[in-house]
């Protein structure tokens, strides 16, 4: 059974940064798809960031472009997602996604393509 576990969060002061990790167990993310996605309250889920692992082609949106920045370990076992200059407009509870497919790109962004799915964890922006 695949399970994604991330750890990370937390309450930051605006500007400062924070680094989510997303763990799988039951497989490896090799030859698969993975994503960060957010959810603030009140609001969809959206697409944050994500990688096409066995490439290594990385893709985010663009409101975290140039901020956030996603690496791989090279066991396979271990997504980050580095987070520098936050806002409060980042604010939401962040989740790790992984599809066993390598998506194409028009797809890679809509949740509905990922069928792993961590519990999520909270990321607050506040003075």
């Known amino acids: 059974q695949v399970q994604l576990v991330e750890s990370g969060g937390g309450l930051v002061q605006p500007g400062g940064s924070l680094r989510l990790s997303c763990t799988v167990s039951?497989?490896?993310?090799?030859?698969?798809?993975v994503a960060w996605f957010r959810q603030a309250p009140g609001k969809e889920r959206e697409f944050v960031a994500g990688?096409?692992?066995?490439?290594?082609?990385?893709y985010y949106a663009d409101s975290v472009k140039g901020r956030f920045t996603f690496s791989r370990d090279a066991a396979g076992s271990t997504a980050a997602l580095e987070m520098s200059g936050l806002k409060p407009e980042d604010t939401a509870v962040y989740y790790c996604?992984?599809?066993?497919?390598?998506?194409?790109?028009?797809?890679?962004?809509?949740?509905?393509?990922?069928?792993?799915w961590g519990q999520g964890t909270q990321v607050t922006v506040s003075s």
């Open positions: 039951g497989r490896t993310f090799s030859r698969s798809t």
């Open positions: 990688i096409k692992w066995s490439a290594n082609m990385k």
């Open positions: 996604a992984a599809t066993a497919r390598t998506l194409i790109l028009s797809t890679l962004r809509s949740a509905t393509e990922y069928e792993y």
